[in-house]
């Protein structure tokens, strides 16, 4: 199974600003996805990112506020911009579908004072 | 629009109990169902893959079985441990679209 690394692994910041999270893979992959688990919750899609194409955002997220890069194959970034405390959760990377398993990064645990 | 249940919320159990978690989904035509597990703080762990061909997936103490037709799916534990307290995770997909995930079963068990 693949090999999911992300960094950081928490961060605390404060509101106002943009942290950037980045997700590295072992092997090449198709589709990444782009999860949030907000205290308490289960998680949520924020987003799919393809390499080369536009990520495309779930119902209720937007570019601006969640810009994801997808340079190549084995890469993704996700940045949290202009937080508020509402946006402390847990940011997690996925990969995998088409009939195979997902695999999840061990996520960012971001807090925004 | 799928929606993925998982009951109970919360359970706690002494050791070496058999245990079975449930997971219903809404929406039949499915593609995989994933069961996972999370530990406080942490990512996710892939448990078991069904595919919706497949009635039933094992690895060591752990079953699971699927009823697409009924949209349930079911996690067996057996002589269940300390170390498998976690919050258990089921998630339902159709084709090439993203998981759609339960709420989670948080599970205890006492030594």
């Known amino acids: 199974s693949a090999v999911i690394s992300q960094k950081p692994s928490r961060d605390i910041c404060q509101r106002g600003t943009s942290l950037t999270i980045q997700c590295q893979v072992d092997?090449?992959?198709?589709?990444m996805f782009w999860y949030r688990q907000q205290p308490g919750q289960s998680l949520t899609l924020i987003a799919t990112?393809?390499?080369?194409?536009?990520?495309?955002?779930e119902s209720g997220f937007v570019i601006d506020k969640f810009p994801i890069s997808r340079p190549n194959l084995t890469f993704s970034t996700l940045t949290v911009s202009n937080m508020s405390p509402e946006d402390s959760s847990i940011y997690l990377c996925?990969?995998?579908?088409?009939?195979?398993?997902?695999?999840f990064g061990d996520g960012t645990r971001l807090s925004i004072l | 629009k799928q929606e993925v249940t998982q009951i109970p919320a919360a359970l706690s159990v002494p050791e070496g109990e058999n245990l079975v978690l449930n997971c219903s989904f809404t929406?039949?035509?499915?593609?995989?169902l994933q069961w996972f597990r999370q530990d406080p703080g942490k990512g996710l762990t892939s448990l078991l893959l069904?595919?919706?061909?497949?009635r039933e997936q094992t690895s060591g103490r752990l079953n699971a079985s699927l009823d697409k037709s009924s949209g349930r799916s079911t996690l067996y534990i057996a002589a269940s441990q300390p170390g498998d307290s976690a919050t258990y995770l089921c998630?339902?997909?159709?084709?090439?679209?993203?998981?759609?995930f339960g709420k989670g079963t948080r599970l205890s068990v006492i030594a």
């Open positions: 996925s990969v995998g579908g088409a009939g195979q398993p997902q695999h």
């Open positions: 092997s090449q992959v198709t589709m």
């Open positions: 990112a393809n390499q080369g194409s536009e990520a495309t955002y």
């Open positions: 929406d039949s035509a499915i593609y995989n």
């Open positions: 069904i595919q919706s061909s497949q």
């Open positions: 998630a339902v997909n159709s084709g090439n679209t993203p998981l759609v």
